[in-house]
């Protein structure tokens, strides 16, 4: 046999969890096909990986991804990371089936939010169904394999745009049968998001019908639960209480708990999760490793669109204007929810501010204490803020460093990166946040490597075999004979971070080589101009 690449003498953690062991890998045609001693064996190419790790390519278990595709097709910053395949379509939201009142109730926001206003007139609708989505990525190419959660939020949005309240049992049916339809055409699973328009209008019951269609597709009911904040336990509850009565497996997406005053409080949501799964519930954890930031945005995203998307000299003006004030605080009062998700007065406004141009505060100083200490309400100091800054006032949920130790180091819990590949830099406008080029690094430099949170082949096995095998990804996740040849091979003392708030786009160190299906995709740390990428179907 000839192999159209053998990598040579490198420390191989395959994938499973077992001890590094120094081999050869054997690819030909897409695939792994032997591992041993190949010195004697033909190839048409070395790569001698002595002192350095080859592992899996590694799996991206909760990706956004699907929203950024049609115009970031390559993903060079998931490349870049050593992520070969992305589970995306979480947390209620995917870019599929289509409908027009899918796109006016939900697609251009999210789309707006992500990659810029006016991100969903640059693509081409050309397509309905889910399998016609996943068609038409394919014939575009992609860089990573891509694996499809359908999105509640998606379902809803095409039956009953975003009209609140329940749905009626014709729109339930409506809803059963685009997810199965979906289902068919290969997705893996169903999620929701709990916490956002207009999935959050569903009850327990409805989500529980929809969860039930899932049936014998052996899909995975993945959600952002309803709270992560005052309520977690009530939301994580729910989560449970929608697989129990489903019967279906369930995933608790990038389980935190936000706001100084809940600190401590995952303890008591994961003795809940294990009590579940002695009860022979079986449910799983994604996780997102970052602190002390979370989800990086703009202060002025607590004001409605038609504010907060004009250029920053205009919203200021806008801002200041005559009984502006007094119309957020009526309009909070109202029920109004913003883009960080903050409600009146029941939200303990708990945001550090990161960034504050012009503005000289405490670091990491928290708008709630800020506004305590100075005896305003915090709708008015973070105006007051706006009008002073000079430019976007960066600001961040608090995640506790305890807490992320907690949910890291439990053995259900595998890594995701909540955010979408990107090609290039977005627009000035946007709040991109280091983990687009920098999670998984992160994970194997700092908790692994210096912390020591787990061994290294146990940390491969939560980013590869693991997440292959919750999501049912067959021929993925481990570097053995017949499994597809996604490769990432890195230095394991030089491999971390490098992206900042300040540098959001700066490439992580110490990933050498990272193939997707047999074709490279990155040489020493340089993204190629290649999308080797699948459509992985649920097997």
């Given at each position: 046999?000839?192999?159209?690449?053998?990598?040579?003498?490198?420390?191989?953690?395959?994938?499973?969890?077992?001890?590094?062991?120094?081999?050869?890998?054997?690819?030909?045609?897409?695939?792994?096909?032997?591992?041993?001693?190949?010195?004697?064996a033909?190839?048409r190419?070395?790569?001698?990986?002595?002192?350095?790790?080859?592992?899996?390519?590694f799996?991206?278990?909760?990706?956004?991804?699907?929203?950024?595709?049609l115009?970031?097709?390559?993903?060079?910053?998931?490349?870049?990371?050593?992520?070969?395949?992305?589970?995306?379509?979480?947390?209620?939201?995917?870019?599929?089936?289509?409908?027009?009142?899918?796109?006016?109730?939900?697609?251009?926001?999210?789309?707006?939010?992500?990659?810029?206003?006016?991100?969903?007139?640059?693509i081409?609708?050309?397509?309905?169904?889910?399998?016609?989505?996943?068609?038409?990525?394919?014939?575009?190419?992609?860089?990573?394999?891509?694996?499809?959660?359908?999105?509640?939020?998606t379902?809803?949005?095409?039956?009953?745009?975003?009209?609140?309240?329940?749905?009626?049992?014709?729109?339930?049916?409506?809803?059963?049968?685009?997810?199965?339809?979906?289902?068919?055409?290969?997705?893996?699973?169903?999620?929701?998001?709990?916490?956002?328009?207009?999935?959050?209008?569903?009850?327990?019951?409805?989500?529980?019908?929809?969860?039930?269609?899932?049936?014998?597709?052996?899909?995975?009911?993945?959600?952002?639960?309803?709270?992560?904040?005052?309520?977690?336990?009530?939301?994580?509850?729910?989560?449970?209480e929608?697989?129990?009565?489903?019967?279906?497996?369930?995933?608790?997406?990038?389980?935190?708990v936000?706001?100084?005053?809940?600190?401590?409080?995952?303890?008591?949501?994961?003795?809940?999760?294990?009590?579940?799964?002695?009860e022979?519930?079986?449910?799983?954890?994604?996780?997102?490793?970052?602190?002390?930031?979370?989800?990086?945005?703009r202060?002025?995203?607590?004001?409605?669109?038609?504010?907060?998307?004009?250029?920053?000299?205009?919203?200021?003006?806008?801002?200041?204007?005559?009984?502006?004030?007094?119309?957020?605080?009526?309009?909070?009062?109202?029920?109004?929810?913003?883009?960080?998700?903050?409600?009146?007065?029941?939200?303990?406004?708990?945001?550090?501010?990161?960034?504050?141009?012009?503005?000289?505060?405490?670091?990491?100083?928290?708008?709630?204490?800020?506004?305590?200490?100075?005896?305003?309400?915090?709708?008015?100091?973070?105006?007051?803020?706006?009008?002073?800054?000079?430019?976007?006032?960066?600001?961040?949920?608090?995640?506790?460093?305890?807490?992320?130790?907690?949910?890291?180091r439990?053995?259900?819990?595998?890594?995701?990166?909540?955010?979408?590949?990107i090609?290039?830099?977005?627009?000035?406008?946007?709040?991109?946040?280091?983990?687009?080029?920098?999670?998984?690094?992160?994970?194997?430099?700092?908790?692994?490597?210096?912390?020591?949170?787990?061994?290294?082949?146990?940390?491969?096995?939560?980013?590869?075999?693991?997440?292959?095998?919750r999501?049912?990804?067959?021929?993925?996740?481990?570097?053995?004979?017949?499994?597809?040849?996604?490769?990432?091979?890195?230095?394991?003392?030089?491999?971390?971070?490098?992206?900042?708030?300040?540098?959001?786009?700066?490439?992580?160190?110490?990933?050498?080589?990272?193939?997707?299906?047999?074709?490279?995709?990155?040489?020493?740390?340089?993204?190629?101009?290649?999308?080797p990428?699948?459509?992985?179907?649920?097997?």
């Amino acid at each position: 046999m000839t192999f159209d690449l053998v990598i040579e003498g490198g420390t191989v953690v395959d994938g499973t969890g077992a001890p590094a062991r120094v081999a050869d890998v054997g690819l030909a045609a897409g695939r792994v096909a032997a591992l041993g001693d190949l010195a004697s064996a033909l190839r048409r190419e070395t790569f001698r990986a002595a002192g350095l790790v080859v592992a899996p390519g590694f799996i991206d278990c909760h990706s956004h991804s699907d929203v950024s595709c049609l115009l970031n097709p390559q993903g060079t910053s998931s490349l870049l990371q050593g992520i070969t395949t992305e589970v995306v379509g979480n947390c209620g939201y995917s870019l599929a089936p289509f409908s027009a009142s899918a796109r006016a109730a939900l697609f251009d926001r999210f789309l707006d939010r992500c990659l810029g206003v006016g991100s969903g007139d640059r693509i081409d609708w050309d397509y309905r169904t889910f399998g016609e989505f996943m068609a038409t990525i394919e014939r575009r190419g992609t860089g990573t394999n891509k694996a499809f959660l359908v999105g509640q939020g998606t379902l809803r949005a095409c039956v009953m745009g975003s009209r609140p309240g329940p749905a009626t049992p014709d729109e339930r049916a409506a809803m059963r049968r685009l997810l199965v339809e979906a289902l068919e055409a290969g997705a893996v699973g169903l999620s929701t998001g709990r916490e956002y328009r207009p999935g959050c209008y569903a009850d327990t019951d409805e989500v529980v019908d929809l969860a039930r269609a899932l049936g014998d597709h052996g899909g995975l009911y993945v959600s952002h639960i309803r709270n992560e904040s005052d309520e977690v336990e009530a939301a994580v509850h729910e989560l449970l209480e929608i697989g129990r009565r489903s019967g279906q497996r369930v995933q608790l997406s990038h389980h935190n708990v936000v706001g100084r005053r809940n600190r401590g409080r995952l303890r008591s949501t994961i003795a809940a999760v294990e009590r579940a799964r002695d009860e022979g519930l079986d449910v799983a954890i994604d996780f997102l490793h970052f602190h002390p930031f979370y989800h990086p945005h703009r202060l002025d995203e607590l004001f409605p669109p038609e504010v907060s998307e004009l250029p920053f000299e205009r919203m200021q003006r806008a801002v200041a204007a005559a009984g502006f004030r007094e119309r957020m605080h009526a309009a909070f009062r109202d029920g109004w929810v913003s883009h960080l998700e903050l409600t009146y007065p029941g939200a303990d406004w708990d945001y550090n501010i990161l960034d504050a141009p012009g503005l000289d505060l405490p670091e990491h100083a928290s708008l709630a204490e800020m506004a305590d200490a100075k005896g305003v309400h915090p709708l008015d100091l973070a105006i007051d803020l706006v009008l002073a800054a000079r430019g976007p006032i960066i600001v961040s949920r608090v995640i506790a460093a305890e807490d992320v130790d907690l949910v890291l180091r439990h053995p259900l819990t595998m890594m995701g990166t909540d955010t979408y590949a990107i090609d290039g830099r977005l627009g000035p406008s946007m709040a991109l946040h280091p983990r687009n080029h920098g999670a998984f690094p992160r994970f194997l430099g700092r908790y692994v490597r210096e912390q020591g949170v787990m061994s290294l082949p146990e940390a491969i096995r939560r980013l590869t075999s693991y997440p292959a095998e919750r999501f049912r990804l067959s021929g993925r996740g481990r570097l053995a004979p017949g499994y597809a040849a996604d490769v990432v091979v890195f230095d394991p003392d030089r491999i971390a971070d490098r992206a900042t708030l300040a540098d959001p786009y700066a490439a992580p160190e110490g990933i050498v080589r990272v193939l997707v299906n047999g074709v490279e995709v990155v040489r020493d740390g340089v993204a190629q101009a290649a999308r080797p990428g699948r459509i992985v179907r649920r097997a």
